[in-house]
T-cell receptor, first 115, second 112 residues
């Protein structure tokens, strides 16, 4: 158990819908990262938040957005869903930045299926 | 982002040592070398990381070449639980972020 929790575990929805994925980082971790894992693209970095502020963006679509709340939990919002958005979405957390030496702790993921 | 090259797959026998190689010839001088693994149906799991010197922890050892262009993850006694996809990831503080850029990884099969 990494200490990172993600809900829901599974999500099945239809094209055009909007969903929200939730992540609670490990106690004390200020950074939250979102990654997407699909069969054709592998594991891809989407976005990072640090203590409530956006820190970095990766290959995140404009239809996707995220935020980190004062209690440090984070939500990833996916809208106008397409079949190709079906994937595993992982959240990871880490402590304060230390020049690249931090390990990231990953949650169990949310499996999104768009029908 | 530094490019990495790993074999697509490797096989090992249970209770034998296994050496997982990685080439990262374009690594920057300040990047750490991280190894993560992903067991089936789970999220990635941190294994080990290092900068220049060899590193040991309870899971594995990391041997880093003197020129830092390659590294080897060493599992001293492979177990069935070590069967996973292993990712070698050079990572540093790029633009204030320590994001991980995953490649295709290497699938390790452990035979009983």
């Amino acid at each position: 158990d990494s200490g990172v929790t993600q809900t829901p575990k599974h999500l099945i929805t239809a094209t055009g819908q909007r969903v929200t994925l939730r992540c609670s980082p490990r106690s004390g971790d200020l950074s939250v990262y979102w990654y997407q894992q699909s069969l054709d693209q592998g594991l891809q970095f989407l976005i990072q938040y640090y203590n409530g502020e956006e820190r970095a963006k990766g290959n995140i679509l404009e239809r996707f957005s995220a935020q980190q709340f004062p209690d440090l939990h984070s939500e990833l919002n996916l809208s106008s869903l397409e079949l190709g958005d079906s994937a595993l979405y992982f959240c990871a957390s880490s402590v304060v930045s230390s020049g690249g030496a931090n390990e990231q702790f990953f949650g169990p993921g949310t499996r999104l299926t768009v029908l | 982002d530094a490019k990495t090259t790993q074999p697509n797959s490797m096989e090992s026998n249970e209770e034998e040592p296994v050496h997982l190689p990685c080439n990262h010839s374009t690594i920057s001088g300040t990047d750490y070398i991280h190894w993560y693994r992903q067991l089936p149906s789970q999220g990635p799991e941190y294994v080990i990381h290092g900068l220049t010197s060899n590193v040991n922890n309870r899971m594995a050892s990391l041997a880093i070449a003197e020129d830092r262009k390659s590294s080897t993850l060493i599992l001293h006694r492979a177990t069935l639980r070590d069967a996973a996809v292993y990712y070698c990831i050079p990572s540093g503080l790029l633009g204030g972020s320590e994001k991980l850029v995953f490649g295709k990884g290497m699938k390790l099969t452990v035979n009983p």
